[in-house]
């Protein structure tokens, strides 16, 4: 007899997969609310370990640290060179107790540090005396351990009058070549007993060009601002707004880069200024 082939549907068997499964009732479906607010939470810190401990931007308020640093220069500092404080941390977290890894600057590096007295703003100097080093002005020359530091003229600080420098006295007012308006300003180098070299602005004769000795106490540093003239910073007291000695534990790192800066012109609804505000010039150059 011929096989007949049966007319009833063939079963599947009983652990044949469902080709249209979507998966089982158990399974949670994923928030993605729940998966940023992760992915935030891991930058968050990752940020914060990065700025604690490795590098951290900063930028600069002020023509303290004229010639070098110009309002508007915006650099890197590292983080490991002097240890590690609370001061290291954001906000000065009361995490670290006293210094950890302690490291002791050399003269002439540039600093971002806590001011005392109040230890709540970031500031930026030049370490001219270390520990039990002796520190005098006399005439505007820079006395370190008795014994002058020698100071050169070099040519005029030329900078153009910007949205952000508009302070130039009188007497450094001049045109350039283009008729732009710039402020020309005396300037030295000086060189301390280590071999680094610097330069700095003298404007004339002013009180701080004539002091007293500073001796510099264990566990602190004495801070310049290579503006002379125009610097509020450890030859003045705490009372007529100065820091005095700083703690080696306000040390917050040593300036190592310039990455961008601005003449201030910029508007930030028109993108094209960005660019041309630049001053391209000064970015990549370091310490």
Not at 42 to 61: D, E, G, Q, Y
Not at 74 to 98: A, E, M, R, V
Not at 118 to 135: A, E, F, Y
Not at 185 to 210: A, C, H, S
Request: aromatic content about 12%; glycine content about 8%.
């Amino acid at each position: 007899m011929d096989n007949v082939p049966s007319t009833e549907p063939e079963k599947p068997a009983a652990d044949a997969p469902k080709p249209y499964s979507v998966g089982t009732a158990s399974e949670k479906p994923k928030s993605e609310w729940r998966d940023l607010a992760s992915f935030l939470v891991k930058l968050a810190l990752i940020v914060f370990v990065v700025r604690s401990f490795i590098f951290s931007p900063f930028s600069i308020p002020s023509e303290s640290m004229l010639p070098r640093l110009l309002i508007g220069d915006y650099l890197f500092i590292t983080k490991w060179n002097y240890g590690y404080s609370k001061h290291s941390l954001p906000w000065s977290l009361p995490l670290i107790p006293g210094r950890v890894f302690p490291g002791t600057p050399e003269r002439g590096d540039v600093v971002v540090f806590k001011a005392p007295p109040g230890n709540d703003t970031d500031w930026i100097k030049r370490v001219i005396g270390l520990p039990g080093d002796s520190v005098q002005m006399v005439g505007g020359q820079l006395i370190l351990n008795g014994k002058p530091i020698p100071k050169d003229r070099i040519a005029q600080f030329v900078l153009p009058i910007t949205p952000n420098f508009q302070r130039c006295q009188a007497q450094f007012q001049n045109v350039d070549a283009q008729g732009n308006q710039v402020c020309s300003i005396p300037r030295y180098r000086e060189t301390l007993p280590n071999g680094k070299t610097y330069e700095v602005l003298d404007q004339g004769t002013y009180p701080k060009d004539n002091t007293g000795i500073y001796t510099v106490p264990a566990g602190h540093v004495f801070l310049m601002g290579d503006n002379r003239d125009n610097s509020t910073d450890s030859r003045f007291s705490h009372a007529d707004g100065g820091i005095e000695f700083v703690p080696l534990e306000n040390l917050e790192g040593k300036a190592v880069v310039t990455f961008w800066s601005t003449d201030g012109s910029a508007n930030w609804f028109l993108p094209w200024t960005w660019f041309t505000a630049a001053r391209w010039s000064r970015i990549g150059e370091g310490f």
